[in-house]
């Protein structure tokens, strides 16, 4: 009798448990839903704007997702502040523009900025299809004047960050750009690009407290984590560098 109510009482407990946890899964924003096609030729920046909007003025945040395959994504800017935490999935494929006109001068692929809570998750990978723009960085001939080109991932102003699992591919440039984040851990990630390409930096870090680069794996032709002025607390642990340049700490002057 005591046994089964204690069996009982259990069953209930993880009963409650388990549809507290339904009840809390994050409301999903599946691009899809907002016209996103998975077939390596239309531009999916939009469809990638709305469903980040939808789902940061979703009150408790919300999660947008990229399902498995290959979707094209034009330069986009996602901003806060949001309504609750944030969530990225990407299951699949985000493949960068080939256009010149979306990258020549450009900034930026994928910026994200003013977010407190955010995960990018998912296994998938982001291209930054970098072959089709290093044939534009002509900064050692042309060193003050050279052609910007974007970085894959710009992370500005979120704090509460966490990035795990995720593929990030031959940017164009830096890889993953930090600028003034707080408490951002990323984890089990895998960054390549060729030993010869130029500027194709790992992850850059500036202006950011509390930044923790763990287990990862970074292969560059260039610096695999760079840490820029106004940085502290950065704790780079469990890190393989190379073919590029290693750790780099302040490389002050260098054009972003
Ligand atoms: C992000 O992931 C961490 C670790 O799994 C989790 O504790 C946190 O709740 C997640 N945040 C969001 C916004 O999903
Ligand atoms: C990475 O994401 C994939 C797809 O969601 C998942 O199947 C896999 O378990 C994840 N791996 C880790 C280490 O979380
Ligand atoms: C850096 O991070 C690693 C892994 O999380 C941890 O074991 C270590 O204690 C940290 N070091 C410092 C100085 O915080």
Redesign the pocket.
């Known amino acids: 009798m005591g046994l089964s109510f204690f069996i009982q009482c259990t069953c209930l407990v993880l009963l409650l448990v388990s549809l507290t946890l339904v009840h809390a899964q994050r409301k999903v924003f599946d691009v899809t839903n907002y016209g996103a096609r998975a077939d390596g030729k239309i531009d999916n920046s939009k469809a990638f704007i709305n469903a980040w909007n939808g789902a940061c003025q979703n009150i408790g945040g919300g999660m947008v997702l990229f399902p498995k395959g290959t979707f094209v994504v034009a330069p986009v800017v996602l901003p806060g502040r949001c309504k609750g935490p944030m969530e990225l ?1 990407i ?1 699949g494929t985000l493949q960068a523009s080939k256009e010149v006109k979306d990258f020549i001068g450009i900034d930026h692929w994928i910026t994200i900025q003013y977010v407190d809570g955010l995960n990018i ?4 990978t982001l291209d930054g299809l970098g072959a089709d723009g290093w044939g534009y960085n002509d900064c050692l001939k042309n060193p003050g004047r050279c052609k910007q080109l974007p970085a894959t991932l710009r992370l500005d102003f979120v704090t509460k960050g966490y990035i ?2 995720i593929t990030s591919i031959n940017s164009k440039n830096t890889h993953i750009n930090l600028f003034a984040c707080k408490e951002v851990l990323i984890r ?1 990630i895998k960054i390549s690009a060729p030993g010869e390409s130029p500027n194709t930096d790992g992850i850059h870090i500036g202006n950011s407290q509390n930044i923790y680069i763990v287990d990862s794996q970074i292969s560059t032709g260039d610096d695999c984590v760079s840490v820029l002025p106004g940085s502290q607390y950065i704790n780079v642990t469990g890190v393989q560098c190379g073919p590029g340049h290693g750790i780099s700490i302040g490389s002050l002057g260098r054009d972003l």
């Open positions: 999935e299951q998750s998912g296994g998938g795990t699992n089990n």
